[in-house]
């Protein structure tokens, strides 16, 4: 059974303080900025003043003078300080053995299971739409969705990864009417998305481009009348302007076609052709999943029908007869607006038959929290390179038993909070409180390059195919100033190809997800800094200290085993010892709040404080026994560094 070390010194902290006669609801423990006051603090003393009606400094003396050394093993002094706190100090000869086996024992598993209560959790992220292929921010939705995952599987709980396909939209729908009917050579290697990406755009582009037509026809006003001259330039640019604002009308009426067509599952080939692509590139920065939704598969199983209709139930949902809502079917979000006002509302299908965003979130999420009867099958789609199966909906195959989701969250950038807003105040005005309670948005910032905010519908975009070439190619320099004689020209690319991953990866979850980061290369890449190749090159260098103790120095793993904790008294060894021991409370609190930054941060701190460990310490040139034992703490840190890499999808590699 995983123990969390740290919660271990916690227990013993509040039992001593019950002994003193201390309630321990009212004690709250902290952790002191720096360790010189102790691994834990409380200011119970302060609560205890009118109580006891003596100074907290007194109170703080009284409660210290109490402890008994001999009655506890992780707890070595307990001491006033200040106006009356009081601080708890370790005792290492006890904690450092018991921090190094429980690291031993759980190995890849050490940081989880220490949850009180297990979840089942739905985590969509990515659900990018079949149009194109990705971009530096689909990365970004990617990799925060994917630690999500990751911590909290490692916390404990039970976690399914859904990619949403949006395949019934108005992107794919231009997507596919650009390759059926505007159709472009595809160049040599190009993968699909990129191909298809340039047919959308180009569609995409001339649709966009309407505003700027009409604002300009406005300009040039009403054509003059007959007998009356007008400059031959102008004329014809408004007889330009005009055919071309037919074309977008005709064109729009195409795209409206496909976009009927593509619910009834045609053109699906291509669509999934286009997913696989991108897939690639999933797959290419190791993130899977375990379910691809298919909206077309909601829309033709009358899944969408059936959570109108029971919606419908609800007085606040309605045909609109009047006012700029005639004729679509709306859900009242908000009625305290005045009584010349109409009241707020939500459209959920547009007075035309077209289902919003808003309408097919709400059917959708009524399907993902079980609200609905199942109306769709399963089936396989394929193997993911990591062994994995990935599954799909489908009309036809096979059924999936499984509970309805504790928590379902949905990676969606900050740009469409107010979308999932509505969304969730729908769901809790049409009568799903339950559910609206347990769908959470996790938000993020925006990514831009040093060129400025990149757009897919522009064409503006950088693709993250092309990021991560790029970040690869930067690795492969990295790589070559530091590369071992016995490095080979294939391991020299398989090296760059996870020290380029690692670093987009690492960047792309290193801060606030509300953030928004500006992405270059040169800094994400580098061996200085709060980088992935940072805490990389931490491991490197652990795995070149345990095998120089082997080649170099004949000290076996049975030496290793062997050594002597108690001789592990150094601040920095002990400093190690500490942080190890507060991963799983990290862990734990990543996936309480979806903070994954703070995996991120333990790992750029655990290699910082290894840094300073090696530089303070010597290893190899100890005498022995000291050697043995300093060499178990390098292979513990490892193994609690290489874990923590695991958890960010940050490859671990043992040269360079």
Not at 166 to 195: M, N, S
Not at 478 to 499: F, H, N, P, Y
């Amino acid at each position: 059974m995983p123990q969390d070390c740290m919660r271990a010194f916690d227990r013993e902290i509040h039992s001593f303080l019950s002994a003193q006669g201390i309630d321990p609801s009212i004690v709250r423990l902290d952790t002191p900025a720096d360790r010189q006051f102790g691994e834990r603090a409380t200011n119970v003393a302060f609560l205890l003043k009118k109580e006891r009606d003596q100074p907290p400094r007194q109170i703080a003396q009284d409660i210290a003078q109490g402890f008994d050394p001999q009655a506890y093993r992780l707890i070595q002094a307990v001491e006033p300080a200040g106006a009356g706190f009081i601080n708890f100090r370790l005792n290492y000869d006890t904690f450092t053995p018991f921090v190094i086996e429980e690291v031993r024992a759980s190995g890849s598993t050490y940081g989880g299971g220490v949850i009180s209560e297990v979840e089942r959790v739905v985590v969509e992220h990515t659900s990018v739409n079949p149009n194109k292929e990705w971009h530096i921010g689909h990365v970004r939705n990617a990799v925060l969705g994917d630690v999500v995952g990751r911590a909290l599987r490692r916390a404990g709980h039970t976690v399914a990864v859904q990619n949403y396909i949006d395949d019934t939209g108005l992107q794919a729908a231009e997507a596919v009417l650009g390759l059926r009917d505007f159709p472009e050579p595809r160049r040599e290697g190009e993968k699909y998305d990129h191909w298809l990406g340039r047919m959308y755009v180009k569609i995409a582009g001339e649709i966009a481009s309407e505003p700027e037509l009409r604002q300009r026809l406005e300009e040039l006003g009403e054509p003059v009348q007959a007998g009356s001259t007008e400059p031959p330039d102008s004329a014809r640019e408004r007889v330009s302007i005009t055919a071309r604002l037919d074309n977008l009308t005709r064109l729009k009426q195409r795209i409206l076609v496909v976009m009927h067509e593509l619910e009834t599952g045609q053109y699906h080939d291509v669509i999934v052709s286009l997913l696989d692509a991108q897939l690639q590139t999933a797959y290419r920065l190791g993130i899977y999943y375990d379910l691809v939704n298919w909206e077309s598969h909601l829309v033709q199983s009358h899944v969408f029908d059936e959570a109108i209709e029971g919606i419908k139930q609800s007085p606040k949902v309605f045909q609109a007869t009047e006012g700029r809502y005639a004729g679509a079917l709306i859900i009242v979000t908000d009625e305290s607006a005045s009584s010349e006002d109409e009241p707020k509302a939500e459209v959920l299908i547009r007075s035309n038959g077209i289902p919003t965003y808003v309408g097919k979130d709400i059917a959708y999420h009524m399907w993902k929290f079980g609200l609905l009867p199942e109306r769709l099958k399963y089936v396989e789609f394929h193997d993911q390179p990591d062994g994995t199966l990935l599954w799909s909906t489908s009309l036809e195959g096979e059924n999936r038993s499984s509970r309805d989701p504790d928590r379902v969250i949905n990676v969606i950038a900050v740009n469409q909070t107010l979308p999932q807003q509505a969304v969730n105040q729908a769901l809790r005005v049409a009568g799903f409180d339950e559910a609206a309670s347990h769908l959470l948005h996790l938000a993020y910032g925006l990514v831009s390059t040093r060129e400025g905010k990149i757009s897919g519908r522009k064409g503006t975009s950088v693709s993250a195919d092309a990021v991560i070439d790029e970040a690869v190619r930067v690795a492969h320099e990295r790589v070559r100033e530091k590369r071992s004689a016995d490095l080979t020209d294939e391991g020299m690319r398989q090296i760059s190809e996870a020290v380029g991953v690692g670093a987009v990866r690492y960047f792309m979850v290193q801060y606030n997800p509300l953030r928004d980061i500006v992405f270059d290369v040169s800094d994400v890449v580098s061996y200085d800094g709060n980088t992935g190749l940072y805490v990389q090159y931490a491991l490197v260098r652990m795995a070149a200290i345990l095998r120089r103790a082997g080649t170099d120095h004949g000290v076996d793993g049975g030496e290793i085993e062997a050594a002597n904790t108690a001789l592990l008294q150094h601040e920095q060894e002990k400093r190690l010892i500490f942080q190890i021991a507060q991963y799983p409370d990290t862990v734990a609190t990543a996936a309480r709040t979806l903070a994954v930054n703070l995996i991120a941060e333990f790992a750029y701190d655990l290699a910082t404080t290894f840094s300073q460990f090696y530089r303070d310490c010597g290893v190899l040139n100890a005498e022995p026994d000291l050697r043995a034992a300093r060499l178990l703490l390098v292979r513990t840190v490892q193994s609690v560094l290489a874990n923590v890499c695991e958890l960010l999808g940050v490859p671990v590699i043992e040269r360079l």
